[in-house]
């Protein structure tokens, strides 16, 4: 059902935010008609050409992985060559060098591959001093017999297996945790969404008005800090948003080739802010990625804690192994996160979720919770299939979601206040 999200998000009651699943479920427009034609007909032999998907982060190495594809290359190396481009970036702050630290300022970086050929898997937690957390994860499957490491573990293999030892908190990032620690966020310590006797506090429930003044305010004081922090200019905007908006970033891709080989890889710095030690999903084989070239690989971006709790990726390969499309299975994933909230709108608005689907045959489907993004953008995903291309994805629920943890009186619609940085493709 098309809607308008703002006259959504403005007029929407508790009750009717989303609680019909079925009413509100697939946005029928996106992608219809592709859709349609590749799903008429049955799951058939490998493609004629490559294809590749990614979350849309994935934009700037996509280019590298596919032309690795075209020559022979292997699709693991193809999927790390497109999170390794983001990772040695110290402006993207959701992986590698420059990702945003934990609550104590340190960055810790995850990671998990699977190589569909060889039917092997490899992945990293909380990796401290190594940028390339994709390649220690591919280095972890490909030179020992476990399938992951983690921590000072995982950084010592890494010196061993010659990774240079890489300071990953750059200054933009570190400014952006001073300013955040010094507002006195909320943290991720308290019981969370998924605690039976978590309540969302009740000056979010219902949502209150949109109050443009408070956040005017809010982001004044902020400014006010970051200027006695030394924030220089140009990051101000930045900074301020990330302390505002803690963010989720990470990249996912997935590859098949004409030989059906595929494979898939997942990389991040996790949530903003965490608590030390925590891993998401994105290093865990079976909910941040998983492939099976029997049948298709998937991968994960979003609330990490959400899709552990229904091993997403692992999920969907196996509701497309029952014979589910690349977009069902991954709506299907979606719904029991919904489930596991009860439907609940007062707490699925913190959940945030993205799959992409890819299936032996080169179908695929990328699929989101919600319709946008928390800074009102409509959530796509990344497409190569010989012509690289962004794609709208199909949602459970208009809208877009709130950063968690709650934070005290956060309007439930946040004013448009443009991007501090031009977004990347
Ligand atoms: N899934 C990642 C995590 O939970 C974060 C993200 O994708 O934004 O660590």
């Not at 098309?2 to 699943?21: K, V």
């Not at 890819?358 to 190569?384: E, P």
């Amino acid at each position: 059902m098309a809607m308008d999200r703002r006259n959504f998000l403005t007029t929407a009651t508790l009750a009717s935010l989303g609680l019909t699943l079925e009413a509100q479920d697939i946005n029928q427009k996106d992608g219809r008609a592709a859709d349609a034609k590749r799903e008429a007909s049955a799951v058939g032999g490998p493609p004629s050409k490559p294809v590749m998907i990614s979350s849309r982060n994935g934009w700037n190495g996509m280019d590298k992985g596919y032309q690795m594809l075209l020559e022979g290359g292997d699709t693991l190396d193809a999927v790390i060559a497109v999170g390794k481009t983001q990772e040695d970036d110290p402006n993207d702050d959701s992986v590698g060098l420059g990702g945003l630290p934990n609550e104590e300022g340190g960055v810790e970086l995850d990671s998990c591959c699977m190589h569909g050929p060889t039917r092997r898997a490899g992945a990293v937690g909380g990796v401290r001093w190594t940028k390339n957390a994709s390649l220690l994860a591919q280095a972890v499957m490909q030179h020992t017999a476990h399938v992951m490491l983690v921590g000072e573990g995982a950084d010592r293999f890494a010196r061993a297996m010659g990774f240079p030892k890489d300071e990953l908190l750059t200054e933009r990032s570190r400014k952006a945790w001073l300013l955040w620690k010094e507002s006195h966020r909320d943290s991720w310590w308290g019981p969370g969404l998924s605690d039976p006797n978590y309540r969302v506090p009740p000056d979010l429930q219902p949502p209150p008005p949109p109050s443009a003044q408070w956040w005017e305010q809010k982001r004044r004081e902020l400014e006010e800090l970051a200027a006695e922090l030394a924030i220089p200019l140009e990051w101000r905007g930045h900074c301020i948003d990330r302390v505002l908006f803690p963010t989720h970033g990470t990249i996912h891709c997935s590859a098949v080739t004409p030989k059906g080989e595929m494979s898939g890889m997942t990389t991040t710095c996790g949530l903003a802010w965490k608590i030390p030690g925590r891993c998401g999903d994105s290093p865990i084989i079976g909910a941040g990625s998983f492939t099976d070239q029997d049948v298709g690989s998937a991968g994960a971006t979003g609330s990490g804690e959400e899709n552990i709790r229904v091993a997403g990726a692992h999920t969907i390969v196996e509701n497309m192994r029952h014979g589910m499309t690349p977009r069902e299975a991954g709506l299907d994933a979606l719904k029991r996160i919904a489930r596991n909230y009860r439907h609940n709108p007062a707490k699925l608005r913190y959940v945030d979720m993205q799959y992409y689907v890819l299936r032996k045959d080169g179908a695929y489907a990328g699929v989101s919770l919600w319709s946008h993004t928390a800074s009102d953008k409509r959530r796509q995903f990344l497409v190569h299939d010989g012509s690289k291309r962004l794609e709208d994805m199909p949602y459970l629920f208009a809208g877009g979601p709130l950063s968690f943890p709650p934070q005290a009186r956060e309007p439930f619609q946040r004013p448009n206040y443009g991007p501090s940085q031009p977004e990347k493709k």
